[in-house]
């Protein structure tokens, strides 16, 4: 009885730690050394990895039916492991698969793994892995795949690769890998699939790569690779993806190349400098999806037979490529056939000639059509309304002339639409309406005419419309100024426009530029306009606007521009103007502005740049800030100035003596007259040099184009991956972190926005904590709504499934690179040696004015009202320049009604209860 009964519980007892005398006990240690390792389980799934079961049936093991007790299986994707991988993971010698991928582990990659002469499978991506792997995989003789995506791996690979016979997939992409492709690569003779996407590999492309015939997926894009594609590559007839933009490489295309690669599915080589034309063969690739040869120089015509591969997706802007005559067009008659056409992108290359009626006929699941920037001339076909699933249509900078077709407005799922810098005439089609979801509407640099439609009231969803440089004509209706969805920008310069800014701008409470310049508006200017808390640049030069400068426009603390030049503008300039403390330029030149200029000006801290020329002004010039650079400041025709700094030359002030009244009289006439008359004409030049510049600034030149052209698909929001993020934070790495908070943590993250890697912070909520998913829905709406100069301001929220099939939420905000402000205020003797001293009573003073800025903003002027409920030093952030930034709505509450009178009860409310802080680096 007593042997049956021991024999029963040895395998709880050889899974205790404290007996080791068989051999079979070490895959047991090694997993608890791995266990050991890992630095942040508690309450992850390695709890469960104690000695109340079998090591084998431990989650994420699994051991080998023949061996009993080697386990054969180690798989602990997306569980969260921090921390390192043990050696000890080499001594489990029967491990066929290891997959640790999704992870935040970080250190180097053990070498024993080099020792598992089983292991099949091993995937390590997505993690902060780091170092060379130059001792390789000696022993994997049977490694089939090996994924060391998205770490921070280093060194060469030429080192290791070799003798990896069984290899098929060898996934590299996103580390750091250099050097070049080894031609021992040729070894690998079962190779399928290769992806060393966005390293930094340089060097041709081996010739012997080409020459495994079993190659079906070769991805080599954002390299440093060089050279011509190897001729080996053109006998791969299994080869479905050849993958390989952004690097260096050269050549033309063989003619058969679609004889050669019948299974082609996807065929990427954009930015790279292949040039000669496009094969016809291609149509014998029929299995084509999709084809980006995008940024080379690809010359010649385009073959119409592009248009009998039906590809998903057909990317050919950025080349040289060419169609003049209607023949010349019909791949777009053979595109017609594509059923499944979802992209199609010719800009930037030499189109020329009418645009085929037959582009209505195209795939009624085409979402983007950009045609721009060509020379594309006649009408627009009026059949391109017909294309129902359009959501991006760009024909802006062609010659296309005639009206826009009528019913342009039936593609109602239109989000971006560009038509500008073309030869079109008549009125905006009212149908315009009813784009209804429309954001972006460029309508600029054309000929249009009349006034524009009211139906543009009902685009709710537009952030963005530009209608400058036309001949509209007629008041400017009131409903387009109802849009408080406009927040990018509204320009309506350059017009024939006439009447007065209706009051109802007061609604654009979210927009930053609105460009009224150039027109004919009149009339006073609307106290509303102080509403506008977002707008940083205000132009309304060039009008007939009269009355005297409203005091209230100083309520806009955000502006950095205010341009009210050439106007009929009189009075006094208010003295509440010194109160905008953002501002860097000020033009109010050529106006009938009279009296004293406001003393209190030289504090406008950052105002580097002030036009009063041409008015009425008399009195004292201050001499301190804008005022104390004689470039600066321009004043000519002003003729009643006096004192400043000496540079002005002025008279000093009459203040002390009257007695020598004709002494200073003569002096005046032979003395300052010609010098001040010198000085108008100075001025008046250096006013016609600013404002030249200033127009050439609102206009893009052309190389500004080139990168707008790159930039048009990411217009709306930045869309942003978890894999991005995963990458921007090193995998959430522990030195990202910038702070916590009771709903998760803040990362410091790189991201690529707008075609340039900026720091953001990400708060990444912890959807384990009650009440988190909630507060994370709230406050990604407010901080949609709220925008000031003063608050912390949302770049874009992300939901979507993380790595273990959770959802995952964050928030990515603004970067404050000079922290907290508790941080400068409660240093200690390092911190402040480290930051160089502390802060100089400007900059508190600032500081303090930004604060209470937003604080009005949010109580006063924002919709829905907000109340923060926590300021205090650590909440606010400083930018550059040390502009504050309020943060951390943790505790703020929102009114959803405007009206309400109490702030709605924590019970009751959806709006912002406990938001993690987002908290400055320092803390
Ligand atoms: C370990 O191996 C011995 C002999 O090979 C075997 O009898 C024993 O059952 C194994 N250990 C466990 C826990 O089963
Ligand atoms: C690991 O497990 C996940 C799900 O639990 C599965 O999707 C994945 O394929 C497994 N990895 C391997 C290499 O089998
Ligand atoms: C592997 O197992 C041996 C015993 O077989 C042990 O001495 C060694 O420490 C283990 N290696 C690691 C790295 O744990
Ligand atoms: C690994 O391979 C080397 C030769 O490359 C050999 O000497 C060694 O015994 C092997 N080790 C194991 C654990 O298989
Ligand atoms: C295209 O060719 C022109 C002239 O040869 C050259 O200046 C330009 O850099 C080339 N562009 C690319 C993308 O290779
Ligand atoms: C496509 O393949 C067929 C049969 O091999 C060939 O006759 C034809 O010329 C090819 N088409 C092109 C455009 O090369
Ligand atoms: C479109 O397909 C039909 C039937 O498959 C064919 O008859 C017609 O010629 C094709 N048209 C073009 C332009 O390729």
Not at 857 to 864: M, Q, R
Request: aromatic share 8%; glycine share 8%.
């Amino acid at each position: 009885m007593f042997p049956i009964l021991l024999f029963l519980l040895l395998p709880y007892v050889f899974q205790s730690t404290s007996a080791r005398t068989f051999s079979n006990w070490t895959d047991v240690d090694a997993l608890l050394a791995f266990k050991e390792s890992i630095s942040n389980q508690r309450g992850g799934i390695l709890d469960a990895w104690n000695a109340s079961t079998k090591f084998c049936q431990w989650p994420g093991v699994s051991c080998s039916i023949k061996h009993k007790h080697r386990v054969t299986v180690l798989n602990l994707t997306s569980e969260g492991l921090g921390g390192t991988i043990t050696p000890s993971i080499g001594n489990l010698t029967f491990l066929k698969t290891l997959d640790l991928s999704l992870n935040n582990l970080h250190g180097e990659m053990p070498s024993s793994i080099g020792l598992l002469s089983h292991l099949q499978h091993l995937d390590l991506s997505n993690n902060s892995l780091h170092g060379n792997i130059d001792t390789g995989f000696k022993n994997c003789t049977s490694l089939e795949n090996i994924y060391l995506g998205a770490n921070q791996f280093t060194g060469e690979i030429s080192p290791w690769l070799r003798g990896l016979s069984s290899l098929k997939v060898i996934n590299l992409m996103k580390n750091k890998f250099t050097g070049t492709i080894p031609p021992s690569v040729i070894n690998l003779s079962a190779l399928q699939t290769v992806d060393f996407t966005l390293n930094q590999l340089q060097g041709p492309i081996p010739e012997g790569l080409g020459r495994i015939t079993s190659l079906t997926k070769i991805q080599l894009g954002g390299n440093h690779l060089s050279g011509i594609i190897p001729t080996t590559f053109f006998n791969l007839s299994s080869l479905t993806a050849f993958v390989v933009p952004k690097n260096e490489l050269h050549g033309e295309l063989p003619p058969n190349l679609g004889d050669r690669l019948p299974k082609l599915e996807h065929l990427l080589l954009g930015g790279n400098h292949f040039t000669g034309s496009l094969p016809a063969s291609l149509v014998n690739a029929t299995e084509m999806y999709t084809i980006d040869v995008s940024s080379n120089n690809f010359t010649g015509k385009l073959p119409r037979e592009i248009g009998m591969l039906c590809p998903d997706y057909l990317s050919l802007q950025m080349n040289q490529l060419t169609a003049t005559t209607p023949q010349d067009w019909e791949f777009m008659t053979f595109l017609t056939n594509c059923t499944r056409l979802g992209t199609l992108n010719l800009f930037f290359n030499n189109f020329v000639g009418m645009l085929p009626s037959s582009v209505a006929n195209l795939s009624a699941q085409l979402q983007v059509l950009d045609v721009s920037h060509n020379q594309i001339s006649g009408n627009i076909p009026s059949g391109i309304s017909n294309l129902a699933g359009l959501n991006q249509l760009f024909l802006q900078d062609n010659q296309f002339t005639g009206a826009l077709p009528d019913n342009i407005g039936s593609l109602n799922l239109l989000q971006i639409l560009y038509f500008s810098g073309n030869l079109l005439t008549g009125s905006l089609p009212s149908s315009l309406g009813n784009m209804t979801r429309l954001i972006q509407l460029t309508a600029a640099n054309n000929k249009f005419g009349g006034p524009l439609p009211t139906s543009l009231g009902s685009l709710w969803e537009i952030t963005e419309a530009d209608f400058t440089n036309n001949v509209f004509t007629g008041p400017l209706p009131k409903e387009i100024f109802n849009l408080s969805s406009l927040s990018n920008l509204l320009d309506i310069s350059n017009n024939y426009f006439i009447g007065p800014l209706p009051p109802e701008i007061g609604s654009l409470t979210n927009l930053e530029s609105l460009y009224a310049s150039w027109n004919n508006l009149s009339g006073p200017l609307p106290d509303e306009l102080s509403n506008c808390q977002s707008l940083t640049e205000l132009w309304l030069d060039h009008n007939s606007f009269s009355g005297s400068i409203p005091s209230s426009i100083s309520k806009m603390r955000g502006l950095t521009s205010l341009d009210l030049t050439k106007n009929t503008l009189a009075g006094v300039i208010p003295r509440e103007l010194s109160l905008m403390g953002g501002i860097e330029e000020l033009y109010l030149a050529q106006n009938n502005l009279s009296g004293h200029i406001p003393e209190s000006m030289e504090n406008m801290a950052s105002l580097y740049r002030l036009d009063l020329s041409l008015n009425h002004l008399d009195g004292k010039v201050p001499s301190r800030g804008v005022f104390s650079n004689a470039s600066g400041f321009l004043f000519g025709g002003n003729l009643g100035l006096c004192g400043g700094i000496s540079e002005l030359h002025f008279p000093s002030c009459p203040t002390e003596s009257m007695g020598h009244g004709l002494r200073k009289h003569h002096f005046i006439t032979t003395v300052v007259a010609p010098i001040i008359a010198g000085i108008i004409l100075c001025m008046s030049l250096m006013l016609l040099f600013f404002t030249m510049k200033k127009k050439s600034k609102g206009r893009s030149t052309t190389s500004e184009q080139v990168v707008e052209g790159f930039r048009l698909m990411d217009v709306v929001y930045p869309r942003v991956t978890y894999a991005e993020l995963v990458q921007g934070t090193s995998g959430f790495a522990l030195d990202n972190l910038i702070g916590a908070g009771r709903y998760g943590s803040v990362y410091k993250c790189r991201l690529l926005l707008k075609e340039k890697m900026a720091p953001v912070a990400v708060k990444v909520f912890d959807l384990q904590e009650a009440g988190s998913c909630k507060s994370f829905l709230a406050e990604c709406e407010a901080l949609s709504k709220i925008r000031h100069r003063n608050l912390v301001s949302l770049i874009t929220c992300c939901s979507s499934s993380g790595s273990n099939q959770d959802d995952f939420k964050a928030i990515m905000l603004e970067f404050m690179p000079n922290g907290s402000l508790d941080r400068w205020l409660h240093m200690d003797v390092q911190t402040y040696h480290q930051l160089q001293g502390g802060m100089t009573l400007m900059q508190r003073l600032n500081i303090t004015v930004d604060i209470a800025d937003a604080v009005d903003y949010l109580h006063n002027s924002c919709e829905p009202q907000v109340i923060h409920c926590d300021l205090k030093p650590s909440n606010i952030l400083l930018g550059e320049d040390f502009v504050a930034h309020i943060g951390d709505f943790g505790l703020a509450k929102i009114l959803s009604e405007p009206d309400a009178e109490q702030p709605i009860n924590s019970k009751s409310s959806v709006g912002i209860r406990g938001t993690i802080g987002y908290v400055a680096p320092g803390k």
